[in-house]
């Protein structure tokens, strides 16, 4: 059981620009903690605009339960994937509902060079020699549980389309709609 | 290989090697991910939409990492003179792919995903990771707050 209070990001559709902004600062912010330099999010196009997605820290966690060497764990309010425990088998890519882990792959020595790959399409474009020498892990949003201040995408969004939700906002959202649906049926 | 030959091929024979038991394997490529010698590999063949499982004996140092990351336990290490010998016979294998119900890509084995079928809720498990992030942007209310 967890006994925080979960909180997680929720992107707005009619807000989102599509700039990249939230990917990129989510690169540099997780570079310059020392994990992989990747970005935690994914912009998925639709057709009503696009919509940056990303891990909504599930109570039951389907790919916290599914991990064979126990790589995710629960950090706060944040399910967290620990890099160094990760072997990259991907099973937890699988096990996602909403698509938002994916495996991403590094040089082996350390996570300075980044090479522009993602694990689909490495065996096309790399030998087998050198697909030794790459480190796969698996790359999913732990809402930058490092930063004191909060996740790095909400701050730099430039129109404010990604909010953090905690559980006290959905409270309030669910009790809102109740009092619009009950001045509804009462008019 | 005959035994007894010289003595690297009798220090290779006296190393625990891993014993792989196929009915129990489910492709998910852990052990190729976890092993450091390079002895497992995991490739996937997307003409024959198949994923090869492939072990090179001479390669494996024997130090047991691929049993620890196995989930279904289908790897386990023994010594040589272990009455398993003949499953270590395996070289190579391999195992039907999925295909996305959605886009129609190959993209997971179709045993894992039965396997994951069992562990967690199945109702996303017929799409590939696009195609769910794409349904739950669908999803999304364009007026939430």
Redesign the interface.
Known sequence: MRFVRRQFI?????KCLGCYTCLATCTLVHKEAGAVPYPRM?L?????GS?P?QCRQCDQA?CM??C??YAIEVQGAAVVLNEKKC?????C??????????IQAVRQAAATGVVLATSVLL?LILS?QDE?KMR?VAVKCDLCYFRPEGPACVKVCPTKAL?LVNEEDIRL?NLQRRQAYASLIGS | MAAGNSPIVNRLQARPQPVFRQTLCIACGACAAACRAGALAMRPDLEKARVIWRFVPEACMGCGRCTRYCPTGAITIAPPEDELRPFKAVKETSFPLQKCSCCGHHYASALEIAHLATLVPDTFLNNCTACRRLRAARSLSLAYF
């Not at chain 1, 998925?44 to 009503?48: G, H, I, L, M, S």
């Open positions: 929720i992107p707005d559709k009619a994914f998925t196009p639709t057709a009503q919509v997605l389907p339960e599914v064979p060497v072997v990259g088998c991907g099973i890519v699988l096990a996602c509902p909403i698509g938002c882990i994916e065996p087998e030794k796969k909010t959202l």
